[in-house]
């Protein structure tokens, strides 16, 4: 049992959850996840890290409660049993500092997606590289993670209702700044799947390459159960062990959208 050591509420229903993981946190790379089960018998919950610090071993996830085994999670006190880091890393971490010098880079976080932005960016400040940051929401009060965006990137606000900075959707503000004379040679999407799917649309509009991160329905995480099957290019993949990052041109997004409202 792995014991839950804050957990801070951070908008209706969305959680941060922090707990000791030494060997999690010391091999944790952005853009991985873990897979948490909050007992013996309920179902094996997929969470992008949103934090993990290798000189206290803590790290934290996100949690938005809205079905009946993330509402379980984040009434825990203990997890039953925690797996990862899973998944491939972000492909910047594989870049060279010559590479990683030359990114401009807009993160496009909606939602949720703030939280596995985070890591990201912050690998990138780390670096001494400086990116952007369209840190989005439907209102004000569902804007995550902006304090410590904000230590790590530039960031643009967008509501949806315009309650707080740009009034609109994500990809009109990125298309804003675009117009504005912004260069960017790299978009990161992650949030909601449709959101993921539109943002595609327009980075092949601007003619930026864009790299989502697909957060399909996973049951174990390995590779075997074929739930977080998707459509890439033509060919089969599985999110959890082929991904979850990939090009954002060769999603099949009406596949992928399906496949999450058939669950
Ligand atoms: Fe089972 Fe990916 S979660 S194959």
């Not at 957990?7 to 948490?36: C, H, R, T, W």
């Not at 809205?66 to 870049?95: C, K, Q, W």
């Not at 010559?98 to 596995?116: D, H, M, N, Y």
């Not at 315009?162 to 960017?184: A, N, Y």
Request: glycine content about 8%.
């Amino acid at each position: 049992m792995i014991k839950v050591l804050e957990k801070k509420k951070l908008s209706e229903n969305i959680y941060e959850m922090s707990f000791d993981a030494p060997m999690i946190a010391k091999n944790a790379l952005p853009g991985q996840f873990l897979v948490i089960m909050p007992s013996e018998k309920s179902e094996r919950v997929p969470l992008t890290i949103a934090k993990s610090d290798s000189n206290t071993g803590r790290v934290s996830v996100v949690v938005m409660a809205v079905g009946e085994a993330t509402r379980e999670l984040v009434n825990s006190d203990f997890f039953y049993h925690i797996a990862g880091p899973l998944g491939n890393p972000s492909e910047l971490v594989d870049m060279s500092e010559e590479e990683l010098k030359k990114e401009k880079i807009v993160f496009l976080a909606a939602g949720v997606g703030a939280a596995p932005v985070y890591p990201q960016a912050k690998f990138m400040k780390e670096h001494g590289v400086k990116t952007d940051t369209i840190l989005a929401a439907r209102n004000e009060s569902l804007l995550l993670y902006e304090d410590e965006l904000n230590g790590v990137s530039e960031v643009q606000i967008a509501t949806d209702d315009g309650s707080r900075g740009f009034h609109g959707l994500i990809t009109d503000c990125l298309e804003q700044l675009v117009k504005d004379g912004r260069k960017f040679t790299r978009i990161i999407a992650i949030g909601p799947m449709i959101m993921m799917k539109f943002a595609s649309f327009k980075a092949k509009e601007l003619g930026i390459p864009i790299i989502v991160s697909l957060n399909p329905i996973m049951l174990d995480g390995t590779g075997m159960c074929g739930c977080c099957r998707c459509l890439i290019d033509g060919k089969t993949k599985f999110a959890c062990v082929d991904g979850p990052e990939f090009r954002g041109e060769e999603v099949d997004w009406d596949d992928a959208l399906t496949r999450l409202k058939r669950w």
